[in-house]
């Protein structure tokens, strides 16, 4: 089941993703570890962050609607608190989430984990408003994207992967953009930016009024631009969005996926990350696929 990224090598394609498994340590006592491919801590910043006001999270119909706010303990917390503990888990890969609203800021996230050790790879969220540029998203800029992948990569003394947003018309070329700035890996979709209404009251259902919808209302969508960005890179892919079983995850795969990440299926069952891996290897024994890399890119046009 194993596949290898940027020469990091997972013991199985399912990750799980991040801002939906905390710091890992939440799950250590749910999950077993060892059994899935790796997980991403929740997004790092340069200093610890509050998030937004609630209501922050609802449930949609197939999904659910969430504007936390990026709120974590900050990277110098992660490195001094979190990691020395996550690092005694036996067989355990770590990936680092890292955002911030300027370029500087995530350089200077990328340096302090530089020097921490047990880290396998950078996932360089994209989907932030950069404050340099007025708000605009970075990921939604291609010019913003090329220098905010080009200079994290540049400092980064591990892989870096730059994460997505999809609210672009426009994703093979956003993939491409990443690839000429010579990161090693894209991961895609993060949320789509929603709004939802509470009919009575008039008011967002949301404090921050939108919100970003995830789990298996985005997953045709999330397929599709998967493919798009596959067809357009040379470098792996992860896919994500909606994945709840084996199946949902075999058809990232095929769309040209090398590993997929599960976010919301988490919040209905904690364990889920770990049975979709278990799920995928009973599906590639009884499909007679005999490496789960055989079925990257499968997909019979
Ligand atoms: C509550 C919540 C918090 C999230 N926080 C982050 C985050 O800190 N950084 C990030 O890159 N993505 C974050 N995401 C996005 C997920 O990692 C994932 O890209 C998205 O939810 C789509 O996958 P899913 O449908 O399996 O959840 C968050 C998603 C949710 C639902």
Redo the contacts with the bound molecule.
Sequence with gaps: MHVTIAGVVLRSPVIA????FGYGLEFEEIVSLDRIGAF?T??LSREPMAGNASPR?IETPA??M?A?G?Q?IGVHAFVEEKLPRLRKIPGVVILA?V?GTTIEDCVEVIRVLNDAPGIAMY?L?A?CPNTSHGGMVFGTDGDSLYQLALRCRQAAQRPVMV?LTPNVTNIGLMAKICEDAGVQAI?????FLALAIDVETRRPRIANKTG?L???A??PI?VRMVHEASQAVSIPVIG?????CAEDAVEFLLAGATAV???????ADPRAVENIATGLRRWCASHNVARASDLTGAMVK
Excluded: C, D
Excluded at 187 to 191: A, F, M, R
Excluded at 240 to 244: A, L, Q, S, T, Y
């Design positions: 993703a991040s801002g939906t991403v929740k997004g999270i999904g659910m969430n936390i990026l974590n989430n955002f996932e969220n989907s994460k991961s895609l979709v993060n949320t970003g995830s789990g298996p985005i997953r999330a994500m969005g909606g994945i709840v990440e599960v976010g919301t299926a988490t919040f």
